[in-house]
T-cell receptor, first 113, second 113 residues
Framework: KQEVTQIPAALSVPEGENLVLNCSFT??????LQWFRQDPGKGLTSLLL?????REQTSGRLNASLDKSSGRSTLYIAASQPGDSATYLC????????????FGQGTRLTINP | DVKVTQSSRYLVKRTGEKVFLECVQD?????MFWYRQDPGLGLRLIYF???????EKGDIPEGYSVSREKKERFSLILESASTNQTSMYLC????????????FGPGTRLTVT
């Protein structure tokens, strides 16, 4: 059974720092991996999607990498801003799984001005 | 821009009531999903649908049913609401092959008293 883990559960950093969020998964037979952002009480916003054949994806100050063989993904945020404060979730879609996403518990990120 | 809307942001219902949560997407996506999100348990899939009138059970379908009469609309039904169904409910739709990227609505916070 696929399990997705995000460590740490919470992270607090000063504004301007570059930071890395981690995601690990137990079964490497994935179709894709998706990173989401969730603000308190709101829905999920898709940030980046990496197909299993890709190594990384970039959008603005965000860069996501995927190492399928080791079961790891990282989300790199450059020059962090207070507006980046949110919970970040990663989710994988298994090759065998009928498009179901398996989510991690998320990392709650706080950027201090 | 991708848009998924949900009928209510907040809903308060009494135990035993029949509850309808509606979700509409404007991307002509074939695939739609209902999740619930609870502290400590993360996001869990309730039901999903591949096409009109097609539905599949997710991980926690007990106490729920769904309806998809039109491609753009996917309804979640709580036949007889119970207090343990108090939760945040999130609807998503998927672009399908090849990316299968999921897009989420703003969520409905349901409280059953």
């Amino acid at each position: 059974k696929q399990e997705v883990t995000q460590i740490p559960a919470a992270l607090s950093v000063p504004e301007g720092e570059n930071l890395v969020l981690n995601c690990s998964f137990t079964d490497s037979a994935i179709y894709n991996l998706q990173w989401f952002r969730q603000d308190p009480g709101k829905g999920l916003t898709s940030l980046l999607l990496i197909q299993s054949s890709q190594r990384e994806q970039t959008s603005g100050r965000l860069n996501a990498s995927l190492d399928k063989s080791s079961g790891r993904s990282t989300l790199y945020i450059a020059a962090s801003q207070p507006g980046d404060s949110a919970t970040y979730l990663c989710a994988v879609m298994n090759v065998q799984g009928a498009q179901k996403l398996v989510f991690g518990q998320g990392t709650r990120l706080t950027i201090n001005p | 821009d991708v848009k998924v809307t949900q009928s209510s942001r907040y809903l308060v219902k009494r135990t035993g009531e029949k509850v309808f949560l509606e979700c509409v997407q404007d991307m002509d996506h074939e695939n739609m999903f209902w999740y619930r999100q609870d502290p400590g348990l993360g996001l869990r899939l309730i039901y999903f649908s591949y096409d009109v009138k097609m539905k599949e059970k997710g991980d926690i379908p007990e106490g729920y049913s769904v309806s998809r009469e039109k491609k753009e609309r996917f309804s979640l039904i709580l036949e007889s609401a119970s207090t343990n169904q108090t939760s945040m409910y999130l609807c998503a739709s998927s672009s399908g092959h090849p990316s299968y990227e999921q897009y989420f609505g703003p969520g409905t916070r349901l409280t059953v008293t």
